[in-house]
């Protein structure tokens, strides 16, 4: 299992908001920056959200991202059939050393 | 704009050496503001970190590899290499290279990758 915690999937209507959870501990996501990717079938995995909030140039402002404590959250407004992938988020874990990342959660827009 | 692109053999026997190299394109591999790694994805599954490189040689391992992984750097040829030891069927996957940002920890951007199985 992944040092990571995300729910295996999340659904909701076109033009609907969801929210995708990402839960660490202090070793992780409690001190250091989080970065949500974006894998649509078949694709490479590309960066969604950087230094737990900003977005890379390009992508949408209906795209954010957000802290509190352990948690991460990654949260898509207006939700577009175009917007079914797969979302990972990644992070430092200053204890193993090691870069980890969540299980990944499969949105579906209904 | 930076690219990167993986190579090497699609198919690798059991116990073998897995190898690949990683050809950035774009920008230099001795940019001191980024490190230089290697992440897989067997069939169905999610994303696993294996190691980082930096220009002047210093890594970092994913532990749960238990020593089988080694990556090293050839700046001249604006390259950096995956060798992984040992492989099982259960090292198949699409393997990933990919460029690290320092402290801030994020991957972009990455290689289109390339599926590497393990098989006799």
């Known amino acids: 299992q992944s040092v990571l915690t995300q729910p295996p999937s999340v659904s909701a209507a076109p033009g609907q908001k969801v929210t995708i959870s990402c839960s660490g501990s202090s070793s992780n996501i409690g001190n250091n920056y989080v970065s949500w990717y974006q894998q649509v079938p078949g694709a490479v995995p590309k960066l969604l959200i950087y230094?737990?909030?900003e977005r890379p140039s390009g992508i949408p402002d209906r795209i954010s991202g957000s802290k509190s404590g352990t948690s991460a959250t990654l949260g898509i407004t207006g939700l577009q059939t175009g917007d079914e992938a797969d979302y990972y988020c990644?992070?430092?874990?200053?204890?193993?050393?090691?870069?980890?990342f969540g299980g990944g959660t499969k949105l579906t827009v209904l | 704009q930076l690219q990167l692109q993986e190579s090497g053999p699609g198919l690798v026997k059991p116990s073998e050496t897995l190898s690949l190299t990683c050809t950035v394109s774009g920008g230099s591999i001795s940019n001191s503001g980024y490190f230089w790694g290697w992440i897989r994805q067997p069939p169905g599954k999610g994303l696993e970190w294996l190691g980082t490189?930096?220009?002047?040689?210093?890594?970092y391992y994913n532990p749960s590899l238990k020593g089988r992984v080694t990556i090293s750097v050839d700046t001249s040829n604006n390259q950096f290499s995956l060798k992984l030891e040992s492989v099982t069927a259960a090292d198949t996957a699409v393997y990933y290279c990919?460029?690290?940002?320092?402290?801030?920890?994020?991957?972009?951007?990455w290689g289109q990758g390339t599926l590497v199985t393990v098989s006799s």
């Open positions: 990644g992070t430092w874990d200053s204890s193993l050393s090691a870069v980890v």
């Open positions: 490189i930096y220009y002047n040689g210093g890594t």
């Open positions: 990919a460029r690290r940002k320092v402290i801030y920890n994020y991957f972009d951007p």
């Open positions: 230094e737990t909030k």
